[in-house]
Nanobody, 119 residues
Framework: QLQASGGGLVQPGGSLRLSCAAS????????MGWYRQAPGKQRELVAV???????NYADSVKGRFTISRDNAKNTEHLQMNSLKPEDTAVYYC???????????????WGQGTQVTVSS
């Protein structure tokens, strides 16, 4: 349902852009977000964006990361600038989706994409 892409290796201070595409019998998508999990740590919220475009960020990424979405294409993006070694983690996209023919909302996760910030 969710396919993430765009991870990789980047030097400190560099940039990466992550993308996530939702597919399937989608009626509508509510919140979309990005989470990350570093080795030995719990998964944490990085950024979330509502269907109306309101965004919230973890304090650690404010001013450096920007989340966006394209409702027509069922995609979301995370532009990451001024990357630091502590941003190294597996990044997961997330979306709350209502499928065609269903009345309830379901939480979906992408497969994860590795981001490594190192010189």
């Amino acid at each position: 349902q969710l396919q993430a892409s765009g991870g990789g290796l980047v030097q400190p201070g560099g940039s990466l852009r992550l993308s996530c595409a939702a597919s399937g019998s989608i009626r509508s998508i509510n919140d979309m977000g990005w989470y990350r999990q570093a080795p030995g740590k719990q998964r944490e919220l990085v950024a979330v964006i509502t269907s109306g475009g309101n965004a919230n960020y973890a304090d650690s990424v404010k001013g450096r990361f920007t989340i966006s979405r394209d409702n027509a294409k069922n995609t979301e993006h995370l532009q990451m600038n001024s990357l630091k070694p502590e941003d190294t983690a597996v990044y997961y996209c997330n979306a709350v989706i209502r499928e065609v023919g269903r009345y309830s909302w379901s939480n979906y996760w992408g497969q994860g994409t590795q981001v490594t910030v190192s010189s």
